[in-house]
T-cell receptor
Framework: GQNIDQPTEMTATEGAIVQINCTYQ??????LFWYQQHAGEAPTFLSY??LDGLEEKGRFSSFLSRSKGYSYLLLKELQMKDSASYLC??????????WGAGTKLIIKP | DTEVTQTPKHLVMGMTNKKSLKCEQH?????MYWYKQKAKKPPELMFV???????INESVPSRFSPECPNSSLLNLHLHALQPEDSALYLC??????????????FGAGSRLTVL
C-alpha cells in the first residue's frame, strides 16, 4: 500500500529552527509537495521537490532523498504566524497526490 | 487573479435539503478538484475534472453530484446528505492534471454542517 508518515505534533520556540520530517512509500514518485494549513483555512503551497537535494525559499527550505524515501521541511527564524499544520504529499506514478496526515506545529513565545 | 473563490463559506442543511457549493477560478487552469476534509485529517479527494470532463470519481456516494459548466466553474450538488458528511469542502485547481509539478491552488473552503 501507499503510506506517508509525519509526526503528529511538534512544539518549537519563536526565533528558533524546526525540522519536520516526512517518510514515504508510494507506487512510483513524481514529486513531493509541502503545504501549510492554518486552522480552519485552506492549504497553501510551500514547496515542490522532484530531484534530490535542498530547495531554499526564504525562511523555508525543503530537502528530498528519493533513495531513502525521505523529505524534511526546515523552518528558520520561527514566527508565531508559523503555527499551523504542515502537510507532506507525494505524487505517485499515476500522478495522484497521496497526503500525509499533517504535522501540527505549535510555536511558543 | 491567482485565487480560487468558493461560496458559500458556511452552509447548514437538513438531511432532506438540496443545496450546491460553487467554485470559480480565472487562472486558466484546466484541472479542477473537489476535496473533503475532516478535522485534523488530510484532504480526501472526491472528484477531478480535466478539460471540463470528469476524470476521477473516488467512489463518492451519489448524494454528491459534481458539475463543471465551463473551464472556470465547478459545482458540487448536495442532496439527502447524512450528518457524517459534515466537513470542510475544498475546491482546488491546477494548470493541468497528470503532470509532475502540479501545484494545487485551493479555495478557502465551504464549511458544511448537516443536521
Amino acid at each position: 500500500g501507499q503510506n506517508i508518515d509525519q509526526p503528529t505534533e511538534m512544539t518549537a520556540t519563536e526565533g528558533a529552527i524546526v525540522q519536520i520530517n516526512c517518510t514515504y512509500q508510494t507506487s512510483g514518485f513524481n514529486g513531493l509537495f509541502w503545504y501549510q494549513q492554518h486552522a480552519g483555512e485552506a492549504p497553501t503551497f510551500l514547496s515542490y521537490n522532484v530531484l534530490d537535494g535542498l530547495e531554499e525559499k526564504g525562511r523555508f527550505s525543503s530537502f528530498l532523498s528519493r533513495s531513502k524515501g525521505y523529505s524534511y521541511l526546515l523552518l528558520k527564524e520561527l514566527q508565531m504566524k508559523d503555527s499551523a499544520s504542515y502537510l507532506c504529499a507525494v505524487m505517485d506514478s499515476n500522478y495522484q497526490l497521496i497526503w500525509g496526515a499533517g504535522t501540527k506545529l505549535i510555536i511558543k513565545p | 487573479d491567482t485565487e480560487v473563490t468558493q461560496t458559500p463559506k458556511h452552509l447548514v442543511m437538513g438531511m432532506t435539503n438540496k443545496k450546491s457549493l460553487k467554485c470559480e477560478q480565472h487562472m486558466g487552469h484546466r484541472a479542477m478538484y473537489w476535496y473533503k476534509q475532516k478535522a485534523k485529517k488530510p484532504p480526501e479527494l472526491m472528484f477531478v475534472y480535466s478539460y471540463e470532463k470528469l476524470s476521477i470519481n473516488e467512489s463518492v456516494p451519489s448524494r454528491f453530484s459534481p458539475e463543471c459548466p465551463n473551464s472556470s466553474l465547478l459545482n458540487l450538488h448536495l442532496h439527502a446528505l447524512q450528518p457524517e458528511d459534515s466537513a470542510l469542502y475544498l475546491c482546488a485547481s491546477s494548470r493541468t492534471q497528470g503532470s509532475g509539478a502540479n501545484v494545487l491552488t485551493f479555495g478557502a473552503g465551504s464549511r458544511l454542517t448537516v443536521l
